[in-house]
């Protein structure tokens, strides 16, 4: 019989301090050439091994492989200038400066298809592998070639979608499109948004998940988040869409955060990774505040939909918290799973 409530993580892991600057985001590599290869390669055994040793069900390669989730991806393009920068307010939220599309974008080939290999052969766990969605990959960026939002998602899309099917064949379960401008851009995630991500998995025979949340725990993300009211009711704009999408996966913030839990009800028959671990905090939770949050997400997934994991990803987290908070998963998850048998 499949293991009720499979525990996994939303994305990134912290990274090794002889690799990249600890407790900083988008920290850059300390290595570099043949020696980087090797230790993010020595930095995924680590980081699954703190997986395992947790009991994390759905392992990943915590990120240990890029150095952001939307740029690292777009850096292994063709049409994107790094040198020329402009400076765009992301997520309609804060500054940030940015490359440029100046021509047309391809993939000339795999960005991290050699990456996920090289975790398949560590492990018969099932893996998930998170690409940027196409969304927040034209928001992350300044266009001037297209100019069209749609029109440079679209591409994208068609890009994403070459790059996941080499994943899957390499022997990936699950792929994940981190999509948090799903948060921020109603009507564009309804006109278009959620059809570029079916674009991005058409064809695919494994497992796809979106992951929406409110972000890592950075003061441009605090602010907005007390702008946001008493309910957070932002997903609520995207899951009629989403529910009627060909997608398998919703991974949600839900612990700590004013998400009312009831909106997962938009999206039932889908499988739902709730969070149960903030990723704003440094305190670990106990294992029974995470079952307390699974036990409120049952009201609205079905039990074998049910996937606990973080709220978002962890690389800004000293590395003894985040081992922390993923056994506190673990455990949670266990509680509830000992109640439902
Ligand atoms: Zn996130």
Known sequence: MKRLLPTS??????????????????????????TLAEGKQDALRLSLHEQQLAGIDIVSD????RQHFVTTFIEHLDGVDFEKRETVKIRDRYDASVPTVVGAVSRQKPVFVEDA???REQTRQPIKWALPGPMTMIDTLYDAHYKSREKLAWEFARILNQEARELEA???DIIQFDE???NVFFDEVNDWGV???ERAIEGLKCETAVHI??????????DWKKTLGSEWRQYEEAFPKLKASTIDMVSLECHNSHVPMDLIELIRGKKVMVGAIDVASHTIESPEEVASTL?????????DKLYPCTNCGMAPLPRHVARGKLRALSAGAEIVRNELA
């Open 170 to 172: 390499a022997g990936v």
């Open 180 to 182: 948090p401008a799903f």
């Open 9 to 34: 993580t939303a994305g990134s892991l912290p990274k090794p301090s002889w690799l990249a600057e600890p407790e900083t985001l988008w920290s850059p590599w300390k290595l570099q050439g043949e």
């Open 117 to 119: 290999r090289f975790l």
């Open 295 to 303: 036990r409120r997400a049952l009201q609205f997934v079905d039990a």
């Open 213 to 222: 949340c409110y972000g890592y725990g950075i003061k441009a993300n605090n």
């Open 195 to 197: 059809a570029t991500l």
């Open 62 to 65: 915590g990120e240990q492989t």
